[in-house]
């Protein structure tokens, strides 16, 4: 079987990009001891990430996508390794919320891009299967890289753990040069035809669902940490091995999540957020022990990234014309639903309520992302219903 290097090395940057994104899940009480600050404080540094995807996916994309896709995608992860040299080197919390912010912005536009170049080198058929391998190197980060990290944080520190990252980001540089094809062009951008097709409601309605998805999934994802220290009393080595669990369960939901949407994109998406659901409102109720923590992190981490691809590819589809602009802005979806998730947990927990609330919140936004798609699938039912009869009249 063939190799197809361009996509193994955007998995690459995806790895990279993984690992940076979710180690601070795992930091969080290093970094809160480490600067004299509380856990929820810490949690600013999640926050402020996720903003800074979702500002910088569309500008960055609108910037670069005019030229080629290879150095776009070079330039991004230049910012990737120069963020995380900043955030080893911050001295509080501030300089270290404001060295992710300019990590971030790579991560949104390194995805839109990405997902357009995996898309054009596989046949169409494929393309929900082509954009998931990309999607993969992100999910074996949580396998290895983020457990790796946070062992190295509780070993050596978190600002080590940054250096360490930011050689990933060099390495990520050198697999794109020599693996990502030349002969892909930019394509000259009319701004405002390419944000009128975003503003479409299936376009907009799409972005909402992977918001509301990814908030669920960051309310409990978060706080993992803490929560395992509290229900189980979770030694290192615990959380070390449960932040395995979750990788693994990551990278099978990718997997699931990009086969099943190539057959059917929406019976896939209904079942997998009901799933989601479901699997959250169990958590706290089976977590109180080791065994149980383990099989409910395993069912909540597939059904939380089983969703992904599929709503990648539902918004490519509703933005034909804009595709790189929407499938970077998606990605900056999937991050503000990041913020909001870790915003929904601090509240929780600011307010004095259990780290079980922080799980049943991520139920209920769950069970909005339902109601959301199904909102989508009637008005794109009755969007091909006039069409057909228009069709007919003509």
């Not at 954009?131 to 992100?138: Q, S, V």
């Not at 998805?213 to 994802?221: D, I, Q, R, V």
């Not at 149980?292 to 992904?308: E, K, P, Q």
Request: charged share 5%; with cysteine; glycine share 10%.
């Amino acid at each position: 079987m063939k190799i197809n290097t361009a996509l193994l090395a955007l998995a690459v940057g995806a790895f990279a990009i993984g690992v940076t994104e979710f180690s601070p899940m795992g930091m969080l009480p290093y970094i809160a001891d480490n600067l004299d600050v509380s856990i929820p404080s810490v949690g600013a540094i999640v926050i402020i990430y996720a903003l800074g995807v979702m500002i910088g996916a569309p500008v960055m994309t609108l910037i670069l996508v005019k030229y080629r896709p290879k150095y776009a995608l070079i330039f991004l992860m230049s910012i990737f390794a120069v963020g995380n040299l900043l955030s080893a080197m911050s001295p509080d919390l501030v300089t270290l919320s404001l060295s992710r912010f300019v990590t971030s912005l790579n991560h949104g536009a390194f995805f839109g891009i990405g997902a357009i170049v995996a898309a054009s080198v596989v046949p169409p058929s494929k393309q929900a299967s082509a954009i998931a391998a990309m999607f993969m190197g992100l999910t074996i980060a949580s396998i290895g890289g983020v457990p790796l990290i946070t062992k190295l944080t509780q070993v050596i520190g978190w600002r080590q753990a940054f250096y360490l990252i930011s050689v990933l980001g060099f390495v990520t540089i050198i697999s794109l040069v020599l693996a990502l094809p030349k002969h892909l062009t930019g394509k000259s951008v009319d701004v405002r035809e390419e944000l009128r097709i975003l503003r479409k409601p299936q376009v907009m309605l799409g972005m909402l669902s992977t918001v509301l998805g990814a908030s669920a999934m960051f309310t409990l994802y978060t706080y993992v940490t803490p929560m395992l220290m509290v229900f189980i009393n979770a030694s290192d080595q615990m959380v070390t091995l449960m932040l395995m669990i979750i990788g693994i369960g990551l990278t099978v939901g990718n997997y699931l999540g990009g086969l099943f949407a190539d057959k059917s994109l929406y019976g896939s998406l209904f079942a997998f957020f009901a799933m989601l659901a479901l699997s959250m409102a169990i958590f706290p109720i089976i977590g109180t022990t080791p065994i149980g923590a383990g099989i409910g992190l395993a069912f909540w981490s597939i059904f939380s990234f089983s969703i992904v691809p599929p709503l990648q590819i539902l918004v490519m589809k509703a933005a034909t014309g804009a595709q790189a602009l929407a499938s970077s802005v998606n990605i900056g979806a999937f991050n503000l639903g990041n913020a909001i998730g870790a915003m929904i947990g601090a509240s929780v927990l600011a307010n004095g309520f259990s780290y079980a609330m922080v799980s049943y919140m991520g139920t209920v936004v769950a069970l909005l992302g339902i109601f959301v798609l199904w909102i989508k699938v009637r008005q794109h039912s009755k969007q091909a219903a006039l069409q057909q009869v228009a069709c007919l009249s003509d």
